[in-house]
């Protein structure tokens, strides 16, 4: 059981916009820790592709982005495209946790 | 560029030992923290233990406390995983990962993986 929950999966067709949300606690996002989001293709490592919830680093797209509110965070994806199916993860600092990292159970993108 | 090269891993019997190694380059590990995430086959990731950068300071998840150790080696560039006592719900891919002050402490570079079983 993650700390941070995520759906299993969203689907879209390609051009559309899909939403995958994290929900998290007192002791973390509602804390006021950032929240940092992860993509990783099949058999590859993760890749960071927002940090802070909301900055994108350098190379991703700005259909990629992100953002936090009390104890949930979003990452939206708009213009869908066939090469984004991949698992996304979300990850922040759990206070309550001494010195945890502590990250969602990983959303399934399908595109349809 | 930054690049982090993981290995170590293979097929351990329950209760034995296996260590793992991060060669890193493009960085230096006395102003990085660095931190070793793992995932099960088809699970989330899940952090497991870091080291800090300038004075390091190690902080473990709770189930891994008293039979992991993380260490660095800053003359040879690498960052290391003792695992011992390993249990099979420590069989996971483990990634050595580095954590970005600059970015609000995102892991911002990631080696490629090692796996881990544990079987008898």
């Known amino acids: 059981q993650s700390v941070l929950t995520q759906p299993p999966s969203v689907s879209g067709a390609p051009g559309q916009r899909v939403t995958i949300s994290c929900t998290g606690r007192?002791?973390?996002?509602?804390?006021?820790?950032?929240v940092h989001w992860y993509q990783q293709l099949p058999g590859k490592a993760p890749k960071l592709l927002i940090y802070?919830?909301?900055n994108r680093p350098s190379g991703v797209p700005d259909r990629f982005s992100g953002s936090k509110s009390g104890t949930s965070a979003s990452l939206v994806i708009t213009g869908l495209q066939a090469e984004d199916e991949a698992v996304y993860s979300c990850?922040?600092?759990?206070?309550?946790?001494?010195?945890?990292?502590?990250f969602g159970g990983g959303t399934k993108l399908i595109v349809l | 560029d930054v690049q982090l090269v993981d290995a170590g891993g293979g097929l351990v019997r329950p209760g034995g030992s296996r260590t793992l190694s991060c060669v890193v380059s493009?960085?230096?590990?006395?102003?990085?923290?660095m931190s070793w995430v793992r995932q099960a086959p088809g699970k989330g990731l899940e952090w497991v233990a870091c080291?800090?950068?300038?004075?390091?300071?190690?902080y473990y998840t709770e189930s891994v406390k008293g039979r992991f150790t993380i260490s660095r080696d800053s003359a040879k560039n690498s960052v290391s995983l003792h695992m011992s006592s390993l249990r099979a719900e420590d069989s996971a891919t483990y990634f050595c990962?580095?954590?970005?002050?600059?970015?609000?402490?995102?892991?911002?570079?990631w080696g490629q993986g090692t796996t881990v079983t544990v079987s008898s």
């Open positions: 990962v580095r954590e970005n002050a600059t970015a609000h402490g995102s892991f911002d570079a």
């Open positions: 493009g960085f230096s590990l006395n102003s990085s923290r």
């Open positions: 080291i800090s950068g300038s004075r390091g300071y190690m």
């Open positions: 007192t002791s973390n996002l509602g804390a006021g820790f950032d």
């Open positions: 802070g919830s909301k």
């Open positions: 990850q922040s600092y759990d206070g309550a946790l001494n010195g945890n990292w502590v």
